[in-house]
């Protein structure tokens, strides 16, 4: 979709991006990181034309952005940044409808594509009639992603776009982003600081130093990397914003024992002091100790089950089942999905997927 080869960007003795190759795939997320000044933003620039190219060639569906009128192109292009650039003396409508007005739209498609959108980011259509200072700062950068998407480009650029927002604003335009992915599949490049973002965020990330391109992979690729500068960048935290991404349901341990009341059995592995308890449709009731279940067997009581209050949601992730298992002083918790029992996770599985090496 979107193809980098060998581009170079200088100003004078000083170069900005230095010979950088990349693919970016349809529809995939590539996140671009590096330190302040690695020449992340002046990529995206150069992909939609804002500065020339020194060198090298940028390629769009296979065709050369170099024969391609920079107006025109830029049109084809969504384009989200930190500032946002609403204009002020427009309403919301206005502006997502901005390059769709530009291209000869009607006003009834027009209205109509607004509609779509404003829903489509979480906003409610009676915003679609106010102007941009009525709005929060996250209000408003929703807004900012629905004209991206007006003219329903296939490549999406997004320079630090929620890099002025508070946290909680932040989590959940980042929330909006990946339903959006999840249903439209864009082609997006996506440039932020924030490793935790990235991770969540990008299928892969490419990771700038000094203009040139240092690494591309996945989030368990990079953390697994021996080079001492990708070590260094995404620092010891980078762990656990990995395991932040991966769903708690990727890390049930097979091997622990579970116990049905007039319900199969499954054995599980001898280490397991304990044997968890469930009913005949699934729900989980407790634990019983792994002795008593042995004395009793098909005879177990009602009164040998012991309650386990500690439990993780099966849509946590694997990050949080590290938290909850530090706080509540358990090496090991029960996943349940509603009332039923998903399976159970330890530490031993948690770290096991952080030990997988990707190919």
Not at 22 to 43: A, I, N, Q, R, Y
Not at 153 to 162: C, G, S
Not at 270 to 294: P, Q
Not at 320 to 327: D, H, P, R, V, Y
Request: charged share 20%.
């Amino acid at each position: 979709m979107v193809r980098l080869e060998e581009v170079s960007k200088k100003y004078g003795p000083d170069t900005a991006v230095d010979s950088v190759s990349l693919d970016v795939h349809p529809g995939e997320t590539m996140v671009v990181v590096g330190p302040s000044g690695c020449g992340k933003t002046t990529l995206l620039k150069l992909i939609n034309r804002l500065i020339p190219l020194t060198s090298g060639r940028i390629l769009i569906n296979g065709r050369d952005t170099a024969g391609a009128d920079p107006v025109l192109l830029r049109r084809t292009i969504g384009y989200v940044i930190q500032q946002i650039g609403l204009l002020p003396h427009l309403t919301v409508r206005d502006n997502i409808t901005f390059v769709l007005e530009l291209t000869g739209v009607t006003k009834d498609r027009r209205n109509a594509r607004a509609e779509e959108l404003i829903q489509t980011v979480g906003l409610p259509t009676d915003y679609l009639d106010k102007r941009p200072q009525h709005l929060s700062g996250g209000q408003q950068q929703r807004v900012g992603v629905a004209r991206a998407l007006a003219a329903n480009p296939e490549v999406i650029l997004m320079d630090e776009p929620f890099g002025a927002l508070d946290p909680i604003t932040r989590q959940q335009l980042q929330e909006v982003i990946l339903d959006l992915q999840q249903r439209m599949r864009k082609t997006i490049i996506f440039v932020t600081h924030d490793i935790q973002e990235a991770f969540k965020l990008g299928g892969r990330v490419a990771i700038m130093r000094d203009g040139n391109l240092v690494a591309v992979g996945t989030a368990k690729q990079l953390i697994n990397s021996d080079q001492p500068f990708i070590q260094q960048f995404l620092g010891p935290r980078a762990i656990f914003d990995v395991l932040a991404t991966i769903p708690v349901l990727a890390a049930l341990d097979a091997t622990a024992p579970v116990l049905g009341l007039r319900s199969g059995n499954r054995p599980g592995s001898s280490r397991w002091e304990y044997a968890l308890m469930t009913d005949a449709a699934g729900r989980f009731l407790g634990i019983v100790e792994k002795n008593v279940a042995s004395q009793r067997g098909n005879n177990l009581r009602p009164e040998d089950i012991r309650p386990f209050t500690a439990t993780l949601d099966a849509a946590a992730s694997a990050a949080s089942a590290i938290e909850k298992m530090l706080t509540s002083g358990n090496c090991w918790l029960p996943v349940v999905d509603g009332d039923k029992l998903a399976g159970v996770v330890t530490f031993e599985t948690c770290a096991n997927l952080l030990r997988i090496k990707e190919v």
